[in-house]
């Protein structure tokens, strides 16, 4: 055998060991390179890689920079001709590149020299069903002479050999899910179908209060004008404590009147009663008077139980809620009309108030918690006892059904009356129903079905 030949034979060997030995993609770009001038004679090898064929090694250079200008000078041109060498390889492009100018006075011209750009793509078929390439990269030569014969087939081996060294890392180091999906179509369907039927708990928000349980409403019980009001909004009081005085000047002076007049009447009885002792036909004037006294009596009583009226006692103990007493002093109020409330700090539920867009299907006492918006971190649990059926429409609020929620779990530092939202849980339903419920609504409504 030829010495040069078993040269070659020995240095091809060596290369194969070293592209085995890469660890990274970067030392196989080197080692293709570097090892390559024992094999083929070039000014330079240059390996550009992956899909947007980035520059990233060279012969006889330790580190590229691919914001030089000849960096992208060579990366423009290899990815306008990649196409033609995937058809035709290897490609040989002749280019002409400028020598640098002398300095001005000197007896040198500028001169240019061709050179051959030689491309060999190297890519690879990883899906047997469909032929599909993958780009991984492209091998370049510049030299001064087209590739003999003999030289094609070396480039071509070595080509092939830094490709099972990229697709040996690539199988090790990435993992495309893509490709795993691709070869397992039955396997990707079963998984979906059992992820679509996967049951969850089907839930729903909506804004809710801590209310109290029966409170005792505190309304007038006569017509008038709130004079004063005596306890504090959210004050503890006992049972029949004063909470508020309506004004009393009217029924006061009728009072007066009517005393003055049974004093009068008192008298006037008085000396019927003498009168009838000298004179026994006036025993009618007698039974007048006295008439005409129980009458101012009796006016009295029904005065002075007006005058209680004015004044509103607390029907149990409790606590007192209303707004600010500013807005209710001096305002007239009628007969029957509600001023405040007594509760019970400790009975207490929840109210929500479920939108008919937001309507599911509640099972019995259905879980209840509820989210405070002055603390969210302390969330109050309970169940379900109330459903209505009928719908009502506050001020700027959808449709709405009124629910009540008795409290499990409660949290004391949560007060009374207290607003936030409330996430009730229904039955368990199928994934793809939970999640495509609010859409077939919609689209239902949309079509008319």
């Known amino acids: ?42 000014d330079t090898c240059l390996f550009f890689s992956g899909t947007k064929l980035t520059l990233i090694a060279a012969s006889n250079v330790s580190t590229v920079d691919t914001s030089a200008s000849d960096a992208q000078q060579w990366q423009t041109l290899v990815r306008e001709n990649i196409q033609r060498s995937k058809a035709q390889a290897p490609l040989e492009l002749e280019i002409s590149r400028p020598q640098p100018i002398e300095p001005q006075g000197s007896d040198k011209t500028v001169c240019k020299s061709d050179q051959l750009l030689v ?12 032929d ?81 349980v029966d409170p005792r409403i505190v309304s007038a019980r006569t017509d008038g004008v709130i004079r004063s009001i005596d306890v504090l909004p959210n004050a503890r009081v006992a049972n029949a404590q004063l909470l508020f005085t309506l004004e009393d000047a009217e029924v006061t002076a009728e009072i007066d009147r009517v005393q ?11 000396m019927t009663r003498q009168y009838n002792f000298q004179q ?26 007006q005058l209680e009226k004015t004044r509103v006692r607390a029907p149990s103990a409790g606590v007192a809620i209303y707004t600010d007493p500013a807005e209710w002093i001096g305002r007239r109020i009628r007969a029957g009309e509600k001023v405040m409330e007594i509760v019970q700090p400790h009975a207490r539920q929840i109210q929500i108030n479920l939108p008919t867009s937001d309507a599911i299907a509640l099972p019995n006492k259905a879980q209840v918690v509820f989210y405070a918006e002055s603390n969210p971190f302390s969330p109050v649990e309970g169940y379900l006892n109330y459903h209505s059926l009928l719908t009502s429409e506050g001020e700027n609020q959808p449709a709405s059904y009124r629910l009540l929620a008795t409290i499990e779990q409660d949290q004391l530092n949560i007060k009374i009356n207290t607003r936030g939202h409330a996430r009730i849980y229904g039955a368990r339903v199928p994934l793809a129903y939970y999640l495509l419920r609010r859409p077939i609504s919609t689209a239902r409504r949309w079509l008319g079905i």
Request: charged share 20%; aromatic share 6%; net charge positive.
């Open 132 to 212: 599909k390439k993958v780009d991984l990269g492209c091998l370049a030569l510049l030299r001064r002479h087209p590739l003999s014969q003999q030289e094609q087939e070396i480039f071509r081996e070595l080509t092939a050999a830094v490709r099972q060294a990229l697709l040996a890392l690539r199988g090790t180091e990435s993992f495309s899910l893509r490709r795993w999906i691709q070869r397992r179509p039955l396997i990707v369907s079963a998984l979906l179908l059992a992820t679509c039927l996967f049951p969850v708990r089907q839930s729903v928000l909506a804004p809710a209060s801590l209310a109290a």
């Open 260 to 270: 003055q007049e049974i004093a009068l009447y008192n008298e006037r009885l008085r």
């Open 280 to 305: 026994a036909s006036a025993g009618y004037k007698l039974a007048q008077a006295e008439t005409d006294l129980s009458i101012r009596k009796l006016d009295l009583e029904f005065q002075q139980s």
């Open 1 to 42: 055998m030829d010495a040069r030949l078993l040269k070659r034979l020995n240095s091809f060997l060596a290369l194969e060991k070293n592209l085995r030995q890469a660890t990274t993609v970067s030392q196989v770009a080197q080692i293709a390179c570097s090892d390559s001038q024992f094999l083929l004679n070039f």
């Open 119 to 130: 491309l060999m793509p190297i890519d690879s078929i990883t899906n047997t069903r469909s």
